[in-house]
């Protein structure tokens, strides 16, 4: 097991706070440890040699393929209407979704 950053209980118990999280004090010891490595990794990471390493933009292919928006085949309204499971003809009925969505 790597070595381990050593953090107070009272360092949790403010770091908890600042979270705005209850720990009980039995899990105290629990959360040194864990916080502790936390910090024993962040700590590895500021010494990686990174000189001469080019910074990403994206980690990702920089170039996306994307295929042509071309329309494609559509359902008539009448196949439509009968598949869904609400409607208000000619259209389809919606749960609201901007808000807290307590209407339709």
Avoid: C, W
Wanted: hydrophobic share 35%; charged share 20%.
């Amino acid at each position: 097991m790597p070595p381990e950053h050593s953090i107070s209980a009272d360092a949790v118990r403010r770091t908890a706070t600042l979270a705005r999280l209850t720990i009980p004090e039995s899990d105290l010891p629990d959360y040194q440890r864990r916080l502790g490595a936390m910090l024993h990794y962040v700590n590895r990471l500021s010494s990686a040699q990174i000189e001469g390493v080019e910074p990403l933009t994206h980690p990702g292919n920089p170039t996306d393929r994307l295929a042509d928006d071309l329309p494609g085949p559509t359902l008539s309204t009448e196949t439509l209407m009968a598949m869904a499971p609400e409607t208000i003809a000619p259209f389809v009925k919606v749960p609201k979704v901007i808000g807290d969505g307590s209407s339709a």
